[in-house]
């Protein structure tokens, strides 16, 4: 039997915009998708903590070092500029998964790996 196991998470990030008339997608940076094994066009769920929105979306690579995460199209009108975020995708397997996580800082910077 298949099960849906987290396997990524960047947790206590923060929104730095949104783009309403942008299709879709949350924008974040390469380095940042590399560290927790995220690909371009992976399904995310994205949690506010500081307001309590969830969507699902896809991952967008934006560039690596701006510690930019922008939500786009209707996702911006549930999770805004300014919120604290977590980004999370799972994945399927028969077995345990060892997600690789992060915590980052206002900034978007690592601060730790999560455990």
Known sequence: MLRSFLKSKIHRAMCTDGVVDYEGSIEIPLDLM???DLMPGEKVLVTSASKGGRLE???QAGPAGTG???LNGGAAHVIGKGERITIMAFGLSESPVEPKKVVCNE???IIR???
Do not use: D, F, P, R
């Open 34 to 36: 590399e560290a927790v």
């Open 68 to 70: 930019k995460i922008i």
């Open 107 to 109: 900034q978007n910077e």
């Open 113 to 115: 790996l999560g455990k």
């Open 57 to 59: 979306t896809y991952a």
